[in-house]
């Protein structure tokens, strides 16, 4: 039986991360994946372009049901720390909004960054390999669909379950679950929510429609765009509040922030009172949606010929829209998912399972799942980074 200092399951950003760490220590690295490719989360990330961390990350963006257990590895691999190796590797980037960094060319760049550093360490990737059981005996014993492996660490980072198509699956979890560590239940996250037959009839002909919105669950809100589609609502707010969002829940859109709409209307009526409501409205609302929400709240005519009562209804019904999705898209298009391997049973520091030394697990399988915006990118960085220490 072949043996290495570590095996690391998952030749996607923790995992390379993690073992580029630890074959720089010296260690002898073997990686596994079943995908034919590494990183291809990577490659696809960022419209092409792998938004890989975000200069605004702090735990509070951070969802886990341990808040503080991402604070080390963040703290002690920061984005700055990431920039500084794609500035060495001759990537150039670019910031966009809100603290998102992307490559200015393609996202296989970090790819190509990722798998050269590895090669240069002397850790060794193995691609189309199938990962069978795993059982501790001198360290641990790796059952491959090309034999056994054994190895003294093992370095979990297989992902969660978003994404199917592109080979994702619960390994990762059924991996702790069999060394005894427990599992917050996963679910799909920074997703596109679902509407119901009822609101779908009116809003299918909004679809391809965004905006700037403020939307809200409970007392989370966030401010980015909303996009309408043919089976609910999509963009970046509506991926962020997924996150918090739960299924039966209600989510408060406000489709004009940073508007007072009822003075507004008020003093439109006052110079422009011949002007049909729908078009006024048009000023702060797109033309298909102004449309819409005239309809919904039962609001029509020339505005002079609204009593303010309406005007405030119309109001009311652009700031304070009231959606209760059944349901989201799920891991089909998940970005990430929520939840998995509980913290409790983890060391902050060094990402390692408590009670089975030489275990780790970094990045998405772990309970830890950032906002949208690079921010999970750098989880995957610091806790590979972190993991790659000491494994």
């Known amino acids: 039986m072949e043996r290495c200092d570590v095996a690391v399951l ?24 079943h995908a034919p490719a590494p ?29 503080r257990f991402a604070r080390s590895a963040l703290s002690r691999f920061t984005p700055a720390d990431f920039v500084a190796r794609v500035d060495r590797a001759g990537i150039a980037w670019h910031e966009k909004t809100l603290g998102q960094l992307f490559c200015n060319g393609s996202a296989k760049q970090i790819v190509q ?18 990962i069978g059981a795993v059982r501790r005996e001198r360290g641990f014993v790796i059952e491959t669909s090309t034999g056994q492996l054994g190895a003294d660490s093992l370095v979990v980072a297989t992902g969660g379950k978003s994404i199917p198509k592109m080979g994702a699956s619960g390994l990762g979890y059924r991996l702790a679950e069999s060394f005894g560590l427990g599992l917050v239940a996963p679910r799909p996250a920074l997703v ?12 299918r002909a909004l679809a ?9 669950c409970g007392r989370v809100h966030f401010d980015e765009a909303l996009l309408f589609t043919h089976r609910g609502i999509s963009g970046p707010a509506v991926l962020q509040i997924s996150s918090y969002w739960r299924e039966g829940e209600a989510v408060l859109v406000d489709l004009a ?14 110079e422009a009172g011949r002007a049909a409501v729908h078009n006024v409205l048009a000023r702060w609302l797109p033309e298909r949606l102004a449309g819409f929400v005239v309809a919904r709240a039962g609001v029509a005519g020339r505005l ?21 999705p059944p349901g989201s898209e799920g891991y089909r298009t998940a970005e990430v998912t929520l939840g998995g391997v509980n913290t409790q049973a983890l060391d902050a520091r060094t990402l390692g399972a408590r009670e089975v030394p030489g275990l780790y697990f970094v990045g998405e399988v772990v309970d830890v799942t950032g906002w949208l915006g690079g921010y999970n990118f750098q989880w995957a960085w610091s806790s590979g980074w972190a993991a790659g220490q000491v494994a």
Do not use: Y
């Open 304 to 324: 002079a010929d609204l009593p303010n009562a309406a005007l405030d209804q119309l109001a009311e019904a652009v700031h304070r829209w009231q959606l209760r």
């Open 39 to 67: 990183g291809e989360k990577i490659r696809i990330s960022g419209g092409g372009r792998c938004n890989f961390t975000n200069l605004s990350t702090a735990p509070e963006r951070f969802l886990s049901q341990n808040p």
């Open 10 to 33: 998952g030749a996607g950003a923790a995992g390379m991360f993690a073992a580029v760490e630890a074959a720089r220590r010296g260690r002898r690295v073997v990686v596994l994946d």
């Open 192 to 203: 596109p929510l679902t509407l119901g037959e009822a609101d779908l009839a009116q809003t």
């Open 113 to 130: 960054m990722l798998t050269g550093a590895m090669a240069e360490a002397g850790a060794s990737l193995r691609l189309g390999t199938e």
């Open 257 to 270: 922030p940073g508007h007072d709409i009822g003075a507004a209307l008020r003093a439109a009526r006052a």
């Open 208 to 216: 391809g429609v965004a905006l700037p919105v403020r939307i809200c």
